[in-house]
């Protein structure tokens, strides 16, 4: 747990899973924008930095950008480079030069959760590892994408007839989990806050249903596990791979799934290992959309269920339902 009198969140880990619909989670630009794929698996693959961009944005809406430290910043119509951006902020903050790493660093919540590489005039270099680290996000389930193909009604260039042609790669569905671990060790040293990890949590939820482009408009948070751990250099480790799909319907494939009556996330081994580290947890916290669809052997449940069903099958282990820092204020 967190060591006395600091701040700092205890070591903890976390798994995510959302949706998409007709939409693409994450194209590769060296693959014409088609959706990142494990071609042996046929599962949907979706970069950290996709699910970064989430968050970054959800708190740039939240705070504004000047508690974001990586977002597009311009100055006279030209984009400003990484160092740019810290000479404005020394000059702005009227940062002294022998505080430069620990306030620059601490100013900014994304340096504090994700960490930190920024060069300071003169070439001295600023690196802090992030004490929140997200593994590939990868789809539960296999997936086959879609090619779209359509006509806009510009043309590419003079004396053409019709417009240009244009393709949009798509995946029907796909239910994708994240993985990821807070190192409290980490944390001490970049200055996150339980404060910060609060709004990491809410930012992975809601960053989701703020981001609303053409490609990203129909991704739905389904369900989030916050598991903390007691002592400091102890996790389980890989908890995801121990959360399963299972098919409800006879005779459907993985490909053919299109909406959430199709499945349930089975969360039977994840339950088992939990038990077995029981002594080691601190508590676990649960945030599950009211309709999807769980279940522990055979026992199939809904996420407004989540919590109740989760007290009764962990032994010894807290459950709480995770709420976020803007549903308590």
């Known amino acids: 747990m967190s060591e006395e009198g600091v701040n700092i969140p205890p070591r903890s880990e976390l798994i995510f899973i959302y949706d998409v619909k007709d939409a693409n989670p994450n194209g590769d ?107 590939f996000g990868r789809s539960l389930h296999s997936v086959e994408p879609v090619l779209h193909q359509g006509t806009s009604v510009f043309a590419s260039h003079e004396n053409r007839l019709q417009g240009t042609l244009i393709s949009w790669w798509t995946v029907p569905y796909a239910a994708i989990c994240f993985y990821g671990i807070i190192n409290d060790v980490c944390a001490k040293e970049t200055g996150m806050t339980v404060e910060d990890k609060e709004e990491l949590l809410e930012a992975m939820w809601h960053g989701l249903e703020h981001y609303t482009s053409r490609t990203k408009h129909s991704h739905r948070p389904l369900l989030l596990i ?31 799934i299109r909406n959430l009556e199709d499945y349930a996330i089975d969360l039977t081994s994840l339950i088992n290992v939990l038990n077995e580290f029981k002594d080691c947890i601190s508590r676990v916290r649960v945030r599950a959309r009211h309709d ?38």
């Open 292 to 329: 999807l669809r769980m279940c522990i052997g055979n026992e199939v449940f809904e996420g407004k269920e989540a919590v109740e069903k989760l007290k009764s099958v962990l032994h010894g282990v807290p459950v709480e339902e995770l709420r976020f820092p803007r549903e308590k204020a």
């Open 29 to 135: 630009p060296l693959q014409d924008n088609r959706p990142r794929m494990d071609e042996l698996t046929r599962r949907v693959l979706v970069s950290d930095l996709r699910l970064k961009r989430f968050i970054r944005d959800y708190w740039i809406s939240k705070f504004g950008i000047n508690r974001v430290f990586v977002v597009r910043r311009e100055q006279e119509g030209k984009v400003l480079t990484r160092e740019e951006v810290v000479e404005e902020l020394i000059k702005e903050e009227a940062i002294s030069e022998e505080k430069q790493a620990e306030d620059i660093v601490k100013k900014f919540i994304d340096h504090r959760v994700f960490g930190a590489l920024v060069t300071i005039k003169g070439g001295r270099t600023i690196s802090k590892i992030g004490p929140v680290q997200f593994a």
């Open 226 to 256: 916050d598991v903390e751990y007691k002592e400091k250099y102890f996790q389980i480790g890989r908890i995801d791979e121990y959360v399963r799909l299972k098919i409800l319907k006879d005779g459907l494939s993985e490909e053919a």
